[in-house]
């Protein structure tokens, strides 16, 4: 009686092992599915790190669109129509500097509408951008403020042309060295919502420029808004 019970242990232990392996085998099928799964599935474009390459990058998606946009209205040239390119009538967006310039720009042309693809809001990338690339020359403007410094640019003015030595003994470039970086800072720290928004817009516009789709955008007509 003792050795009839081996035969049913040993039997058992078969059909126990033969479960778990049963048990196992859809577990591994399904992790060599998603394996599989994983390595078809399409990997995200590389974006360039550094900003000439992000800019690089913008620029090109950007005369892409410019020049399916010329060749759908058919103003592609040679010569390109420019009042296509940048937009016919009074301008309708319009940014003035502390400096005192006026900058306006069209909302109909094709060179809008890139910028509406690559930004999504054109007019607030207008203003943001705008107000960036003048950083310094509001810096600059704000540095008259200060005496010594409209006296140096009163004794640089009084100059020759090509009076190295007079430009240089006036004091200017030295003096302006010195002050600029504060006073850009100040204007930094006072355009910071301006500087926030530029980034954002340009980090939107470089995802759009790598994934840029084979069919163009959506044309946009003076007077409506983009959808």
């Known amino acids: 009686m003792g050795t009839s019970a081996a035969p ?3 039997t058992e232990r078969r059909t126990t092992r033969a479960r778990a392996a049963a048990a196992a085998a859809p577990a591994a099928l399904l992790a060599v599915f998603l394996a599989s799964g994983c390595a078809a599935a399409p990997r995200p474009p590389s974006l360039p790190t550094s900003e000439r390459g992000r800019s690089d990058m913008i620029k090109a998606a950007q005369q892409v669109l410019v020049d399916r946009c010329m060749t759908a209205r058919h103003a592609a040239g040679p ?15 319009s940014v003035t500097l502390t400096t005192g310039y006026t900058v306006r720009t069209h909302t109909d ?6 910028h509406r693809y690559l930004y999504g809001d054109q007019e607030r990338w207008f203003r943001a951008e705008v107000t960036v690339n003048n950083l310094r020359p509001e810096a600059q403007a704000g540095l008259r403020q200060d005496p010594a410094y409209r006296a140096a640019l009163a004794r640089r003015a009084a100059c020759a042309d090509r009076d190295t030595r007079c430009a240089d003994a006036s004091g200017l470039e030295q003096l ?19 500087i926030a928004t530029y980034d954002r817009l340009r980090d939107r516009a470089v995802h759009r420029a790598a994934a840029l789709p084979a069919e163009p955008p959506t044309p946009h007509r003076k007077g409506h808004a983009p959808s």
Do not use: I, K, N, Q
């Open 109 to 114: 042309g094709c060179l809008a509408e890139a």
């Open 8 to 10: 049913g242990r040993a």
């Open 79 to 93: 010569p390109p129509r420019e009042d296509v390119l940048f937009g016919t009538g009074p301008a309708e967006l």
């Open 176 to 194: 302006r060295t010195r002050l600029e970086p504060a006073r850009l800072a100040e204007v930094r720290a006072a355009h910071r919502e301006e």
